[in-house]
Structure formats: structure tokens, C-alpha cells
T-cell receptor, first 115, second 114 residues
């Protein structure tokens, strides 16, 4: 079965620093890939997704992610962190072998941003 | 405004007392799903529904029931709740359940079973 690994349950950065959140998946067949963000007391919101085409995907709030098939990775980056980026981030993949969407989520990474 | 609405947002109850968490979406989506979120485990799917009267088990269905009598509603039923069902629950929907479609999530329901 598909699995998603997010390295680091917590990542701390200073405001203005680079944000890098790591995501690796296990499928040998390229899946569809998603990053979601969860702010306190809210549901998950889509940041960006990769389905087909360009491997560098731009999302909302200045985030982007690059699909690297050879590394089975889909890491999330942002050049300069803002305080408002503090949240929990989930990487998810859509199982490639089902006829419909079945999302498998990573365990999440909490981003802490200090002044 | 397009949204997925869950009620209640918070509930503390006791073991064995039946409860229902409602979920409603106003986007005419065919696909709906329930997840539970637990620390260190991410989100795990409980049940999903491809359309009215079509439901199926996800990864952790034990102890839960669902129904889909109308397209917009997808309630989650705990017939006899137990403490291990204490969790944060999310309802989500997407237009057709196609693999490339993102899901829209509700704001969550925090259940505490004593």
C-alpha cells in the first residue's frame, strides 16, 4: 500500500528564512500529489497539487513544490517565511491503483516561525 | 460561499451514548468522505461515498456508520462510542472523486468520549 513520509514532526524557522518541508512517497507509479495546510481550529486547505505536466508547482501564499520522480519526493518550499505561515502542513498522495481518489496522508509537519 | 459544514464543532460525551456528527456541503459534490486525525498518525479515512446511496469503508471503519440519503449530507454515526474514538474528525468533499481533484474540508469536530 501507498505510504507518505514527512520528515520532521516540527520545523522551526525565523521570519524571513527559507521554509523546506519534506515529503516522500512510496509508489512506483507516479501518483497525484497534494500539500494541504491546517491553521489552528480550522480544516485543511489546499496549498498546491501536482497531477501532470510541469514538475515545479506554484501554490498559494508563495509556496511551491517540486515533483522529483527519481527521488519519489514532493518537498514544499517558500523563500521567505512569514509569521502567518505558522501552521501544520500535510502531504497527501492519491492512490494510483484505485479508480477514484483515495488520499493517503503523511503524519504532518508543524511549522513554527519565530520573529 | 462554497463550504463544508460540520456540527457540532465540539462534543464531550460518555461511553455508549449514541451520537451523530452532521456534514453538509453546498457545492453539489458527488464525493464525500470522513477522516479522523490523531497526533502522529495524520488523517485516516473512515468512510467515503461516491454518490447518493453509495458508501464504502475506508481504512478505519470499525465502530462507525454513515448514510448518504441526499447528495448534500453525509452524517457520521457512532452507535456506541468508546474512548478510543476520541479524536478530531473531518468531513470532506470533491466534485466527482476523480484522483486529480482536491478535497474541500470542513472545520472539524472534536469528540471526547469519557
Amino acid at each position: 500500500a501507498q505510504s507518505v513520509t514527512q520528515l520532521g514532526s516540527h520545523v522551526s524557522v525565523s521570519e524571513g528564512a527559507l521554509v523546506l518541508l519534506r515529503c516522500n512517497y512510496s509508489s512506483s507509479v507516479p501518483p497525484y500529489l497534494f500539500w494541504y495546510v491546517q491553521y489552528p481550529n480550522q480544516g485543511l486547505q489546499l496549498l498546491l497539487k501536482y497531477t501532470t505536466g510541469a514538475t515545479l508547482v506554484k501554490g498559494i501564499n508563495g509556496f511551491e513544490a517540486e515533483f522529483k520522480k527519481s527521488e519519489t519526493s514532493f518537498h514544499l518550499t517558500k523563500p521567505s517565511a512569514h509569521m502567518s505561515d505558522a501552521a501544520e502542513y500535510f502531504c497527501a498522495v492519491s492512490e494510483p491503483h484505485t479508480g477514484f481518489q483515495k488520499l493517503v496522508f503523511g503524519t504532518g509537519t508543524r511549522l513554527l516561525v519565530s520573529p | 460561499e462554497a463550504q463544508v459544514t460540520q456540527n457540532p464543532r465540539y462534543l464531550i460525551t460518555v461511553t455508549g451514548k449514541k451520537l451523530t456528527v452532521t456534514c453538509s456541503q453546498n457545492m453539489n459534490h458527488e464525493y464525500m468522505s470522513w477522516y479522523r486525525q490523531d497526533p502522529g498518525l495524520g488523517l485516516r479515512q473512515i468512510y467515503y461515498s461516491m454518490n447518493v446511496e453509495v458508501t464504502d469503508k475506508g481504512d478505519v471503519p470499525e465502530g462507525y456508520k454513515v448514510s448518504r440519503k441526499e447528495k448534500r449530507n453525509f452524517p457520521l454515526i457512532l452507535e456506541s462510542p468508546s474512548p478510543n474514538q476520541t479524536s478530531l474528525y473531518f468531513c470532506a468533499s470533491s466534485p466527482t472523486g476523480a484522483k486529480n481533484q482536491p478535497q474541500h474540508f470542513g472545520d472539524g469536530t472534536r469528540l471526547s468520549i469519557l
